[in-house]
């Protein structure tokens, strides 16, 4: 291939082979899909941002910013690449400056996926106990528990000179009653369920530099789920995609089972109204939209690279449109449903502990499942605990996808194991403050930096124009007008507003009532900024190698390059011909293409368009 002048690319006559490994069936692609989009977020991080936010009223503004933010950006990302069949590094083609973007998101996957894999190894603990007769974790019997361990059965008694030694700073605080008089006092307790999961699953040290000794039984549970992972991704699409079946199936009809579980307890009822019931006061806080627009972000899963993959892999036909809807509306329906399972049980909590508030009992979430899983019989929890087991497997692989060259199996192996020298950091005491501070920051910042930069490259500098003809290539019609309005105006305004407020209303994080160090805060933005670096740093780069002025440099580098086209059969040739008319577009076109679907009357465009038709016609 013959290296272009401007870009550095190959931008020979003839577009390069591409595999062409398809999903083989459409249902096949949605499940994986879903399997990549549904997992441990939708379980704990909604719940607990329902309940911050205005309970029912938070689902307002997520399903607001779900719908007008987020299915766009799905159908685009999923379009770009089933259009040109290229991943989240060559799809960038398009628009050659931006090319860092495809090794921002590597980066961030390289970086999350090790502290994300943790989080397994913490509900491994979990489910190895569950096997125990009786379940360690309803009771405060146990060598982890402290002497104000609480239990369904089990109630202590101060009075005002009771002193209680703590050396936690991440305790809840609960109300008891004081024998002595009438009031209540304020005393830090933990449930038999919480003590366990932050004294004997987290192994929960005093702070992030407090790493005591490593947790060798976590190191090796890591290895195996990369062994695990390493397996699903030998025949690339074609073993992810029968995996699949069984890893998101398994995890619906366990979230099905926890519901219906929860409705025979008492108490669960309260917990359903207060899930839906709306406190609209918090609607006019900028934080509450802030928060629903990063958890729509993150349940959709966009600007991850993942998603382009996948379309990458889909047939080019497949109808865009009914993909990126039906996919959303499951995604978001799927986190609404766990969060209503969550409060239903947080109802029978309070229930069973009748001193203390419902309100109080949302910051028990790591106390849900404990308190489920012991009302299950021995039978039913083996095949429950199966279940949860492997809850874990759908972002496991989907995270994974991002590393799939189509040449090498061996790569696929590299890809999968480098990571685990790293892992030694969170197999310590101190691994559950890393994974906060990782999920901070690269999990938090990633997708809406990428998916800002994506919408902007193509609604205003691959523009509009030429990815509705893009789309009536793929199926049969032009770019709807809701969607272009949304792309090119509304998507691209929420992101930005969003990701300024996000700037200005940061709040560093905080474990409990533990707050991260002027240093661990730092390594947090230092996260960041290794993230974001190649994207400015290879269009830099790129810039300097080019030929010409600065705006001849940069220009070059805002065209597709001459490999860029559709995957279909047959379809090169054509495509690289009519493409030669968009040197002739002027911003304004763009401009007026983007607001009103057509190019102006005076315009060059539509000059060129019209003697397209007489041509055809003739």
């Not at 503004?61 to 990302?77: D, H, N, R, S």
């Not at 690449?81 to 090319?99: N, T």
């Not at 932050?198 to 490593?214: E, P, R, T």
Request: proline share 5%; with cysteine.
């Amino acid at each position: 291939m013959e290296p272009s002048d401007s870009t550095g690319e190959s931008t020979s006559g003839h577009q390069p082979k591409r595999d062409a490994v398809r999903f083989s069936s459409t249902l096949s692609l949605y499940m994986t899909l879903l399997g990549y989009s549904l997992g441990f977020s939708d379980i704990w991080r909604f719940p607990f941002l329902a309940y911050r936010n205005g309970g029912g009223a938070f689902l307002i503004p997520f399903l607001i910013m779900a719908f007008v933010c987020g299915v766009p950006l799905y159908f685009m990302e999923f379009s770009i690449s089933k259009f040109s069949g290229r991943g989240p590094y060559q799809v960038w083609d398009f628009c050659p400056l931006f090319r860092g973007v495809g090794m921002a998101v590597s980066m961030a996957y390289f970086i999350y996926i090790v502290g994300s894999s943790i989080f397994r190894c913490w509900f491994f603990e979990f489910a190895y106990y569950t096997f125990n007769n009786p379940i360690p974790f309803t009771n405060c019997n146990n060598h982890w528990n402290t002497k104000t361990c609480m239990n369904e059965t089990f109630e202590l008694h101060f009075n005002e000179s009771s002193v209680v030694n703590m050396n936690m700073t991440t305790l809840s605080t609960m109300y008891v009653k004081n024998d002595v008089h009438t009031s209540t006092i304020e005393i830090p307790r933990m449930s038999a369920a919480e003590e366990f999961w932050q004294f004997q699953a987290l192994k929960l040290s005093s702070g992030i530099d407090d790493y005591s000794h490593f947790i060798w039984k976590y190191v090796l549970v890591m290895f195996v789920f990369r062994i695990f992972v390493s397996l699903t991704v030998v025949k690339s699409i074609k073993t992810i995609e029968k995996v699949i079946y069984v890893t998101l199936i398994f995890p619906i009809l366990f979230s099905v089972a926890l519901f219906i579980r929860s409705l025979l307890l008492p108490g669960s009822s309260d917990g359903i109204y207060y899930f839906f019931y709306p406190n609209f006061a918090l609607l006019l806080e900028p934080r509450v939209w802030i928060e629903a627009t990063l958890m729509a972000f993150y349940t959709l899963s966009f600007g991850w690279g993942s998603l382009m993959t996948m379309g990458s892999h889909a047939s080019f036909g497949d109808n865009s449109y009914r993909t990126a809807f039906v996919c959303t509306f499951l995604d978001v329906g799927m986190a609404a449903f766990n969060g209503l399972v969550c409060f239903s049980v947080l109802g029978n909590m309070a229930h069973t502990f009748e001193m203390i508030p419902i309100e109080m009992m949302v910051q028990l979430i790591g106390d849900l499942f404990p308190r489920l899983k012991a009302g299950f019989r021995i039978p039913t929890l083996i095949v429950i605990t199966a279940a949860m087991f492997v809850l874990s497997f759908p972002t496991c692989t989907g995270d994974l996808f991002l590393y799939l060259p189509n040449q090498n199996t061996d790569v696929h192996y590299l890809c999968v194991m480098l990571p685990t020298e790293d892992i030694f950091l969170f197999c310590t005491q101190a691994g559950a403050y890393i994974f906060l501070l990782v999920d901070w920051y690269a999990g938090s910042w990633t997708g809406p930096i990428v998916a800002l930069i994506e919408v902007i490259a193509v609604a205003w500098v691959y523009g509009l124009d030429r990815f509705s003809e893009d789309v009536q290539l793929m199926l049969g019609r032009p770019l709807h007008a809701v969607y272009r309005l949304l792309l090119a105006f509304v998507s691209p305004s929420i992101v930005l507003v969003i990701f300024f407020m996000s700037c200005v209303k940061y709040v560093p994080p905080n474990y409990g009532s533990y707050k991260y160090p002027g240093y661990a805060q730092a390594i947090g933005w230092g996260m960041v900024v290794i993230i974001v670096a190649p994207i400015f740093g290879y269009a830099v780069l790129n810039i300097y190698r080019a030929k010409g002025t600065l705006t001849q440099r940069i220009s070059s580098l805002c065209r597709p390059t001459d490999t860029w086209g559709p995957c279909g059969d047959g379809m090169d040739c054509n495509y690289r011909n009519n493409r030669i008319k968009y040197s002739e577009r002027t911003f304004w076109d763009l401009f007026y293409f983007n607001v009103f679907g057509r190019y102006p009357n005076n315009s060059a465009m539509k000059l060129l368009l019209e003697h397209e038709l007489t041509v055809l016609r003739s």
